[in-house]
């Protein structure tokens, strides 16, 4: 008979369930691409290893590791167990019909109790704690710490009822239901926390935020264009939200706003996030969503870099987009790759800053390993004097008009953050004017109520506009009047 051995045996298992899940959400979580940018902190070299290695030649032998290091953790908990009911295993008390399904219930019950557990931790490790993208050393550290902790304990619990079974006596019962308390009753108190304080018992953002859950109503877009240089129109009917995610209304966002500002450790944190830039890019409210975009970025969201340095090559040229491009290079906070560099150098040189953009475009060159003469600079442009276009609206009785930027006559007629140069709500004249613009192309886009268009595209008409609208040092400025209504009686 072999000695017992009481937590020894739950070792071996606990430290390679811990070193295969830590690695599998590790490897998960890595940063998507190191050549924009990755926030900056401890432990740096152990991820760009970690990078090197899954994107090597060896990249597709970590999952296989992987799932062989959790293979052998359940192979050792199975074996030990079975060596634990057969120690002098009384098979006719195994057979009895007390013993038998107390010991599935009570395995079964461990497990769901580890399930449990897991899920618990990994909620706050993943949506509370660490952002996806991170790269913070101390996510796969605490991973490992959690499942080696809950896998050890679980090991223990289950040998102790394998014991019992074997005819061991009811002291190991006390100690299987010991060893399930260890895990058990922390994760209770996680989950308890998280349901309080973090929403982990709401089922949607939209449940957690009290929000609906479908939009409230529709909007009409109609974004002027050009094509083949004719002037023509194409018309969006969109909802105002995410059908059976969240209403992106204006009273929707505010309350998510609201809901957002008062829960810092929520799981629903990054996904409420993106629905504000979602809903500020649908209402075109340029100043919320950089200062979303803004906060986001502060707090080491990688994608809020991303689509605020995206944003910033359209916007116009002016004191407050220089300070929030001086946020994005600030390489105290962000690890800068190639093609972050290059998206800087685009922002400086859009604002008129020759200095840094010429920094910045010799950072990118070197780090993408463009050759001399093969990387060109960005055009250094600035804001045009005076750089304004006004115009007149008529036939709407309410409209919001976007002013979108256009950087070639390929490029599709885009709704997103990354073009939307300014927004206006056009007076009770119909009035609007957008003002400190520099030289391209632009378009506009006119947001109404669904009613106040009606539903199919060929019951509208617009007059008067010319689709495209070019600012140059020569023609700094420009002058626009068109008329929208429903089609005219032939």
């Known amino acids: 008979m072999r000695p017992e051995r009481p937590f020894a045996d739950a070792a071996p298992p606990a430290a390679l369930a811990a070193l295969g899940l830590a690695a599998l959400t590790w490897l998960d979580r890595l940063p998507a691409a190191t050549d924009y940018v990755v926030p900056r902190r401890p432990g740096w070299a152990l991820y760009s290893l970690a990078l090197a290695a899954a994107r090597g030649p060896a990249g597709r032998l970590i999952p296989a590791v992987v799932l062989l290091l959790l293979a052998a953790a359940f192979f050792l908990v199975a074996r030990e167990l079975w060596r634990a009911l057969d120690w002098g295993l009384n098979r006719d008390r195994l057979k009895s019909a007390s013993v038998a399904p107390a010991l599935l219930a009570g395995a079964g019950g461990l497990v769901w109790a580890a399930r449990f557990a897991a899920a618990t931790w990994f909620d706050l490790l993943l949506n509370v704690w660490f952002a996806p993208g991170a790269a913070d050393l101390r996510e796969p550290i605490l991973a490992a710490l959690g499942v080696g902790w809950l896998v050890f304990f679980l090991s223990a619990a289950l040998l102790a009822l394998g014991r019992w079974a074997a005819g061991r006596g009811g002291t190991e019962v006390r100690r299987s239901v010991g060893c399930a308390a260890a895990f058990l009753i922390p994760a209770l108190g996680l989950h308890v926390w998280a349901a309080v304080r973090c929403d ?3 089922r949607s953002l939209a449940q957690a935020a009290g929000i609906p859950r479908e939009p409230a109503g529709r909007e009409t877009v109609l974004v002027l264009t050009a ?21 992106l209304s204006e009273p929707s966002l505010r309350r998510l706003e609201g809901w957002l500002a008062g829960r810092p450790l929520s799981v629903w944190r990054s996904q409420a996030r993106r629905l504000l830039w979602e809903g500020y890019a649908r209402r075109q409210d340029v100043g919320r969503l950089r200062g979303s975009l803004w906060a986001a970025e502060r707090g080491g969201d990688p994608l809020a870099w991303l689509v605020l340095a995206q944003h910033l090559a359209a916007a116009p040229p002016d004191a407050l987009a220089a300070g929030l491009l001086d946020s994005l290079a600030d390489e105290r906070r962000w690890r800068i790759g190639g093609l972050g560099a290059g998206l800087l150098a685009q922002d400086y040189a859009h604002l008129g800053l020759a ?31 005076p750089g304004a276009i006004r115009g007149s609206l008529r036939g709407l009785r309410r409209a919001r008009v976007a002013l979108y930027a256009r950087r070639g006559l390929q490029e599709p007629y885009s709704l997103g953050p990354d073009r939307l140069v300014a927004s206006a709500w056009a007076d009770g004249s119909g009035r609007f004017r957008f003002s400190g613009l520099f030289a391209g192309d632009y378009y506009l886009a006119l947001s109404v109520p669904a009613a106040e268009l009606p539903a199919r595209r060929e019951d509208i008409a617009v007059r008067g506009h010319r689709g495209d609208i070019r600012l140059s040092a020569q023609k700094p400025s420009a002058e626009v009047a068109f008329d929208v209504s429903g089609a005219l009686s032939p």
Do not use: K, N
Request: charge should be neutral; hydrophobic fraction near 50%; proline fraction near 9%.
């Open 227 to 247: 094509p083949q240089g004719r002037a023509d129109f194409e018309v969006y009917d969109a909802a105002t939200g995410i059908a059976g995610t969240a209403d």
């Open 355 to 385: 200095r840094p953009a010429a920094a910045w475009s010799a950072r990118a060159a070197a780090a993408l390993g463009a050759a001399p003469g093969l990387f060109a600079p960005p055009r250094i442009e600035g804001a045009l004097r």
């Open 200 to 202: 982990a018992g709401a």
